[in-house]
């Protein structure tokens, strides 16, 4: 499981930088560098928005991903030590990436 560090805070599940949500999905398979990346379990914040019932960050993070040109993609599970997720400003899940993308 890779060391999860994420950058989109607009996200329901962030909180400081780690996931709530205990595990994510990267897409998409046609990605030849990191902006063709998302992080598709992306949910803009919202007031009230529901967040995991387990509502705790977790520093290491099961990873489902898309990016089969990507060296740490080991049959679509990310085998990555650590993953870093962009997106600032991000309010949905194509203005996120996975900056950790690595061509092949
Ligand atoms: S590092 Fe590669 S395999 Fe891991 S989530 Fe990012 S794009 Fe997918």
Redesign the pocket.
């Known amino acids: 499981m890779?060391e999860l560090k994420c950058g989109a805070g607009g996200c329901a599940y962030n909180r400081d930088t780690y996931c709530c949500k205990g595990d994510i999905m990267?897409g998409s398979n046609c990605?030849c560098d990191?902006s063709g990346?998302c992080c598709e379990s992306f949910r803009e914040r919202k007031e009230g928005s529901y967040t995991s019932s387990l509502d705790h960050p977790s520093f290491h993070i099961s990873?489902d991903?898309e990016?089969v040109r990507?060296?740490?993609?080991s049959d679509y599970k990310?085998?990555?030590d650590h993953?870093d997720i962009r997106g600032c400003n991000a309010k949905d899940a194509k203005a996120t990436e996975?900056h950790?993308?690595?061509e092949k």
Request: proline share 0%; hydrophobic share 50%; glycine share 0%.
């Open positions: 890779a990267v990605a990191s990346t990873i991903c990016a990507c060296m740490y993609n990310c085998v990555a993953v996975c950790t993308f690595k």
